[in-house]
């Protein structure tokens, strides 16, 4: 089992940033990828962001390319997601996901979730 714990969401104007931790415990967590979802009032689950287990890879949903950042540090067993230059439709309940892969997790598979952390963008 791995324990997922978000934290960092909260209120922000837009154009603002926000950085979101995701802190595992459990199994080891140099073995997974992790990723980053969201899910919108009213709207299904999405890919957002994920790594790779040596942060060698990363992968991000193109509506937040270039203005989000995931990485990680294994000695810490967390995971970051920079946010910046957010926009009012990023606002969401924002997931961390432990997977065995990017690829895995882009396809919206993932073995654990945390319980989610909210943000919102205000215009």
């Known amino acids: 089992q791995v324990q997922l714990v978000e934290t960092g969401g909260g209120l922000v104007q837009a154009g603002g940033s926000l950085r979101l931790s995701c802190a595992a415990s459990?199994?080891?967590?140099?073995?997974?990828?992790m990723g980053w979802f969201r899910r919108a009032p009213g709207k299904d689950r999405e890919f957002v962001a994920a790594?790779?287990?040596?942060?060698?890879?990363?992968n991000y949903a193109d509506s937040v390319k270039d203005r989000f950042t995931v990485s990680r540090d294994n000695a810490k067993n967390t995971v970051y997601l920079q946010m910046n230059s957010l926009k009012p439709e990023d606002t969401a309940v924002y997931y961390c996901?432990?997977?065995?892969?990017?690829?895995?997790?882009?396809?919206?598979?993932?073995?654990?979730w945390g319980q989610g952390t909210q943000v919102t963008v205000s215009s």
């Open positions: 790594i790779s287990w040596n942060s060698g890879i990363q």
């Open positions: 996901a432990a997977g065995p892969a990017v690829a895995t997790l882009r396809s919206g598979l993932a073995q654990y």
């Open positions: 459990g199994r080891t967590f140099s073995n997974y990828a």
